[in-house]
């Protein structure tokens, strides 16, 4: 039933594809002898006249995109219904649907299909029976065309009417010299040249927006309003008394957490005193669900002896692996039993627990690389109790001098919106006494292929990627090592690599989405749900898809070599190569030695100075004149001025002049040796303008070709002289020779 059904619409599309007339109607070769040569027209006073034949219903030459627009509409509109029919279905029954589907398939092209391809060929033989040899065959072949014959040459093919009383012999026209060849080669070697381009630019563009497409529908339009109001909520800037950004001390620490955190994770009455309905879960804000619960983890230290116990007998040095703190210990961070009675989220907050407990992994601050593991409060129960179990470890200085950083990570779920958000607000406690504070919202949307054509676009993209590996596969063959001295083949792989990087990523994701799922599912939310490794893979995901994007902007420069700036920019570069090599290693050996200079004088005096990057980004900077002097100049009232002046006098003076000088003579000499191909560009725009009829060639057009072609074969004497000479000789070379013979033979011969 369903081949009877889609018979119809297949002998449709067929039909219409036959239909379709071609777009020469005659052959190229003899369109570009009629453009060469007039005169080989055959005049229609002196063609016989031809009967008339009933022609059928044809359609002109661009119907043929409609034809394979058609086709695709009815593929995709049959894979939309494929997919929303299985989406429909469970499991079973789409594992059963698509068994049927595949078996229909298979059947129909082994079985169905051959018998139906027979049944329709012995019924258009027995009752459609139109040769239409003729008429095809005198679209192409003129038969009143005189063809030319050399002498040793004999046309053996007879006419269908031909007259008793016609001759025989054949007017004899010239052939084709050598210049009007090789005028014909190039037209038709610039025309393959040219669809080449064309079907160059319809790939690449048609890839380059696929990624476009796949890379900005993985990001959320709202991520930044969502961060921007949890980055004001949380850390509360405006506050002066309990502003996250400021916190110095562990006292004003503990001020932020008990008066403004812990409020903010429950939601609390509205503001004409009515109770919040509805909002079990929510945080104060009313629009952002808490999944599970908020942790607050504590990574400790251990008591170490000091080196010189004559100042101070116990030392706390910074955090490492090797000196975490992981006993167990009791509420005051003793190892005696108490007596007083505390609640179990208190006694658990001196217990040690370990990353694979906690569902944590290592994360990289500021001043450190810490581990998943520590000692963890749980922000659970109503706010009251929240709030005295913070006054209560508050008491029992559970964060003390042995503490190096404090955790608190919570996992949020905007449903307006339909985006998680993975909150992490760290606090670092140096040995220096200082705290340092660092935020981190990260929002992540899971619902992958949310539309049909994200689906689309990504079936479409895996395709176009291995029909890239394939190309640069045969190149490399070919080419070996010479493919990877060229910029553009990099640029590539580039974009190969990190195309089958994203979708290995990609599934990795979706793994990890799988697992947290499943894992919700089992405690309906009730539990800390951990988004870090999550998060990990979304940003490894985002970094390889941006860098897709990156490198398919880049080639967008090689599709625009035609251009004559682009060219020129391109050669710039190609011949400036080697001297910025060579000026990059001069310049990198001198500004690490004012890394150093700078970084050993200023070190306890400039925040910019405090650490190698720092300098580095300062440096950068004052290069780019982005810098406020005051600060170096009160540093030090000598250093400070004669290190700046010494820097801007070797870097921004002699280095960027060396580096502009370099640009400055790669661009005249490029621009002295630019050649002018833009031959096939002007081939292409006039091929369009007479395609899309916008332009037609009038007769003295026709006449300036081929005065160009009679000019090609004219030469100068003066070049063509020593030719003639080395003739001239190797003709007296011969005579002479000729007459040593002779004389030679008739000594032999006794004259």
């Known amino acids: 039933m369903v081949e009877l059904f889609t018979l119809i619409p297949s002998l449709l599309i067929v039909q219409f594809f036959r239909r379709i007339r071609p777009r020469r109607q005659i052959a190229p070769i003899r369109e570009a002898l009629y453009k060469m040569k007039p005169s080989r027209k055959t005049s229609s006073t002196n063609a016989p006249a031809i009967k008339k034949k009933k022609s059928s219903i044809t359609f002109p030459w661009w119907c043929l995109f409609i034809a394979y627009g058609l086709s695709m509409i009815i593929i995709v509109i049959s894979i939309f219904f494929i997919i929303v029919r299985g989406i429909e279905f469970g499991d079973v029954k789409t594992q059963q ?19 139906k391809i027979i049944c329709l060929a012995i019924f258009f033989i027995c009752f459609c029976r139109n040769s239409k040899d003729d008429k095809e065959t005198s679209e192409y072949i003129n038969e009143d065309d005189e063809f030319s014959l050399s002498n040793d040459e004999e046309y053996l093919h007879s006419l269908e009417y031909r007259s008793l009383f016609s001759s025989e012999s054949r007017q004899s026209i010239s052939r084709l010299n050598e210049n009007e060849v090789a005028y014909a080669r190039d037209q038709r070697l610039k025309e393959i040249q040219m ?35 949890l980055r004001a909520y949380f850390l509360n800037q405006r506050q002066t008394t309990a502003d996250y950004t400021k916190i110095n001390t562990i006292d004003e620490y503990w001020c932020w957490l008990e008066n403004s955190f812990v409020s903010n994770i429950r939601a609390q009455q509205w503001y004409n005193g009515d109770i919040p309905q509805y909002l079990n879960g929510y945080i104060n804000d009313k629009s952002s669900r808490l999944i599970g619960w908020a942790t607050m983890r504590q990574l400790r230290i251990k008591s170490e002896l000091c080196p010189d116990q004559r100042v101070i007998s116990i030392c706390e040095d ?43 992994y290592t994360y990289v601050g500021d001043f450190g690389t810490y581990r998943g593991g520590g000692y963890v409060y749980e922000f659970r129960g109503r706010l009251s109790d929240m709030k005295t179990n913070l006054s209560t470890l508050h008491q029992l ?24 958000t993975a909150v992490t607000l760290l606090a670092e406690f140096l040995p220096t006494g200082g705290v340092y504070t660092t935020a981190r919202f990260e929002p992540i949307n899971f619902y992958t292929f949310t539309s049909i054509l994200q689906l689309v676009c990504t079936i479409f993209y895996i395709f176009f990627i291995i029909y890239f590996m394939i190309i640069e596969i045969r190149l490399i063959f070919e080419l070996r090592l010479k493919y990877f001295y060229q910029f553009w083949s990099l640029i590539q792989l580039g974009i190969i690599g990190c195309s089958l990087g994203s979708i290995g990523v990609y599934f ?102 405090s650490s190698l990057l720092t300098t580095a980004q300062m440096l950068f900077e004052m290069t780019l004149m982005k810098f406020d002097v005051s ?49 096939i560009l002007s081939f292409m725009l006039k091929k369009f303008l007479r395609w899309t009829g916008l ?55 006794g004259f």
């Not at 897709?548 to 020129?568: D, G, W």
């Open 508 to 609: 990795w994701r979706f793994q990890e989405t799988n697992r947290l799922s499943e894992l919700f599912e089992q405690t309906n939310g009730y539990i800390y749900i951990n988004l870090q490794l999550a998060v990990y893979v979304n940003d490894i995901l985002t970094f390889l898809l941006g860098y897709c994007c990156f490198f398919s902007m880049i080639k967008c420069l090689h599709l625009l070599r035609f251009n004559q700036q682009i060219s020129l920019f391109a050669k710039t570069l190609k011949y400036c190569a080697k001297a910025l090599i060579s000026f990059s290693i001069m310049f990198a050996i001198v500004f690490i030695s004012f890394i150093s200079l700078f970084y050993l004088l200023f070190v306890s005096k400039l925040s910019s100075c």
């Open 195 to 229: 669809w080449a381009i064309i079907r160059e630019y319809l790939i690449y563009f048609t890839f380059a927006i696929l990624v476009f497409v796949i890379t900005y529908s993985n990001r959320e339009q709202h991520s930044f309003y969502q961060v921007n109001h």
């Open 397 to 420: 200085e559970w964060i003390d001098e042995k503490t190096r950083a404090v955790f608190i990570q919570l996992t949020l779920y905007n449903p307006s919106v339909q985006l998680l």
């Open 97 to 115: 649907w698509l068994t049927s589907v595949l078996t229909g398939f298979f059947s129909s092209v082994i079985f169905t299909q051959p018998i």
């Open 631 to 679: 600060q170096i100049m009160g540093a030090d009232a000598f250093l400070g001025p004669f290190c700046f002046a010494l820097f801007m006098f070797l870097v921004v003076f002699v280095c960027l002049s060396m580096f502009l000088s370099i640009i400055n003579d790669s661009f005249r000499h490029a621009k002295g040796n630019q050649e002018q191909d833009q031959i």
């Open 318 to 360: 910074s955090y490492s692996f090797v000196n975490e703190e992981t006993e167990l210990f009791q509420p005051g961070w003793t190892t005696n039993a108490t007596t007083e009675e505390f609640s179990s989220s208190v006694i658990k907050a001196f217990n040690y627990s370990t990353s694979d407990e906690l569902d944590t």
């Open 695 to 749: 332009k037609r060639l009038n007769q003295s057009e026709i006449q300036e070709e081929r005065d160009c072609r009679m000019r090609s074969q004219y030469f100068d004497p003066v070049e063509n002289f020593p030719y003639k000479i080395d003739q001239l000789l190797e003709a007296l070379n011969r005579i002479y020779i000729a007459q040593k013979i002779d004389l030679a033979r008739l000594e032999k011969a």
